[in-house]
């Protein structure tokens, strides 16, 4: 397990890990209008954006991308393992990278939580702060959660 600052070569990998991730967990817990969001939502070009700010890192298995996370400032936009990989530390370590990077330069880190990722934030010490809600197609909603967790202790 070794987490790496993704590269363009890798945009492919990511897209996999990300939309394998939401078709397969998401419709667990949404219906299909919010799987296809964020199926949207995680284009090609919004990973490359991510490759390119240096921000995004992936997590290998051997020579497989099993997970990638993200952040832009003190927010965390994005972490996702592959179905297979869970469970094992694979996404904790991919927050423990994130969160070390951030707090070089903030004492706060937040992120937008899908149902699926709730309970694992809160024992990582997130607390909700607000509900977020984002009207989709067909009158459907996606309400996630606003979390918030203090990297420095004064």
């Known amino acids: 397990m070794e ?3 993704a590269t363009l ?8 890990v990300l939309h394998t991730t939401i078709q397969s967990i998401y419709p667990k817990y949404y219906p299909k209008e919010v ?4 199926c949207q939502h995680h284009s090609t070009e919004h990973i490359l954006d ?3 700010s240096g921000n995004m890192g992936v ?4 020579n497989t991308i099993a ?3 993200c952040y ?3 927010h965390i936009t994005g972490v996702y393992v592959l179905p297979h990989y869970q469970k094992q530390g694979y996404g904790s370590q991919i927050m423990n990278h994130l969160e070390s990077e951030i707090i070089k330069n903030y004492d706060t880190v937040s992120l937008d939580a899908s149902l699926p990722g709730v309970l694992i934030y809160e024992h990582r010490g997130y607390k909700t702060v607000k509900h977020g809600i984002c009207e989709l197609e067909n009158d459907v909603k996606l309400v996630y959660e606003i979390m918030e967790k203090k990297l420095r202790v004064d």
């Open 9 to 16: 070569d890798m945009a492919d990998a990511i897209r996999n």
């Open 72 to 74: 832009e400032r003190n």
């Open 50 to 52: 991510g490759i390119l």
């Open 67 to 69: 997970g990638t996370g």
């Open 3 to 5: 987490y790496i600052t």
């Open 35 to 38: 799987v296809n969001f964020f």
């Open 59 to 62: 997590i290998t298995d051997g």
